[in-house]
């Protein structure tokens, strides 16, 4: 008899991510014991950006709850997008991107990837040198 598969509800906790941001620890396999998705809340501050980075064979879809966010995004993060509270975007498998919150108020958006660690899938890129002039030398609440 296989074992009786059970719901799991999780209260949310945070952490800085290394990336940049504070995420509300959601549905991960560290909390719920997900096998093929993670799902977080993130907060980003007005003022602040994340640092470049992808998600190593993972893709992401991301929901803007409120506020708005800059996102810098593929090959030597050249490509750029506005997004604005009920804008949603599909990151696709190792594509570099960086957040940067230019509005006046915290950025909220619901993140979920295909990656069900927290963490483990993030690998750190550098800032492009153009790139720092316009966004600035040193991430905000980053971990």
């Not at 799991?8 to 396999?29: E, H, K, L, W």
């Not at 719920?32 to 501050?45: D, F, S, T, W």
């Amino acid at each position: 008899m296989s074992a009786q598969l059970r719901c799991t509800v999780v209260r949310t906790g945070s952490y800085d991510g290394v990336q940049g941001g504070r995420f509300g620890a959601g549905i991960s396999a560290q909390s719920a014991g997900a096998k093929g998705l993670c799902l977080h809340r993130l907060v980003m501050p007005a003022g602040s950006r994340g640092r470049p980075h992808l998600h190593a064979g993972h893709e992401s879809a991301i929901f803007v709850q409120s506020g708005q966010v800059e996102v810098w995004h593929g090959e030597g993060l050249t490509e750029h997008v506005l997004l604005r509270a009920g804008d949603y975007i599909h990151i696709p498998p190792d594509t570099p991107h960086l957040p940067v919150n230019t509005g006046e108020e915290d950025m909220v958006c619901v993140v979920a990837r295909t990656d069900p660690d927290e963490q483990e899938g993030v690998r750190l890129l550098a800032l492009p040198d153009w790139l720092e002039a316009r966004v600035g030398t040193h991430p905000v609440g980053a971990g």
